[in-house]
């Protein structure tokens, strides 16, 4: 079955350090994303991608970054770790409009990633 | 822009009584809508949703919501609350092309026996 995977599930790091959470779809989707998830404040988007070496920025982007080198992975990098972004991180895929009349519009998650910054 | 507004962050029922959870969105074009489930632990799942089709909708585990225009709603019902409904609910939108989403801050629900 195909699924989407995150790595790793939990991790702990220091104030300043560089963090690279992974993402694997396999249900060949353009569409990916990667919100947080924050206590009062839902989901919120970070950074997504429509396809191959295309990313945007989302609503709260200061911080991180993601490169999409292939359809599978959209890897998301913390470049300088601060306390503010302890959270629980989520990877999602969609199918593209594109993909014609198959498309039904579902966001497909990852099971998250529990960051936390010391 | 698109934006949705979820009333209340908790919600207690007692099982085997209605389950209603609010959600109004703000859109400039008609949106598709959605409402998702977070069991501990876990991501979110696609409970049901909207696409223009018929204005109510019916989803997993008995649970269904209505699509109002007039009054920019689709709030999600369950007419008869069971202990494995306890978890968090987003209403999410999205526009016509479903590449990209707007999320609520979320509805917790508990059930007491």
């Known amino acids: 079955d195909a699924e989407i995977t995150q790595s790793p599930r939990h991790k702990i790091t220091e104030t300043g350090r560089q963090v690279t959470l992974a993402c694997h779809q396999t249900w060949n989707h353009n569409n990916m994303f990667w919100y947080r998830q924050d206590l009062g404040h839902g989901l919120r988007l970070i950074h997504y991608s429509y396809g191959v070496q295309d990313t945007n920025k989302g609503e709260v982007s200061d911080g991180y970054s993601v490169s999409r080198s292939n359809t599978e992975d959209l890897p998301l990098t913390l470049e300088s770790a601060a306390s503010s972004q302890t959270s629980v991180y989520f990877c999602?895929?969609?199918?593209?409009?594109?993909?014609?009349?198959?498309?039904?519009?579902?966001?497909?998650f990852g099971e998250g990633s529990r960051l936390t910054v010391l | 822009a698109q934006s949705v507004t979820q009333l209340g962050s908790h919600v207690s029922v007692s099982e085997g009584a209605l389950v209603l959870l609010r959600c109004n969105y703000s859109s400039s074009v008609p949106p598709y809508l959605f409402w998702y489930v977070q069991y501990p632990n876990q991501g979110l799942q696609l409970l049901l949703k909207?696409?223009?089709?018929?204005?109510l909708v019916k989803g997993i585990n008995g649970f269904e919501a209505e699509f109002k225009k007039s009054e920019t709603s689709f709030h999600l019902t369950k007419p008869s609350a069971h202990m494995s409904d306890a978890a968090e609910y987003f209403c999410a939108v999205s526009g016509y092309n479903f590449n990209k989403f707007y999320f609520g801050s979320g509805t917790k629900l508990n059930v007491k026996p």
């Open positions: 909207y696409t223009s089709a018929a204005t």
């Open positions: 999602a895929s969609s199918e593209s409009l594109l993909a014609g009349a198959t498309n039904t519009g579902e966001l497909f």
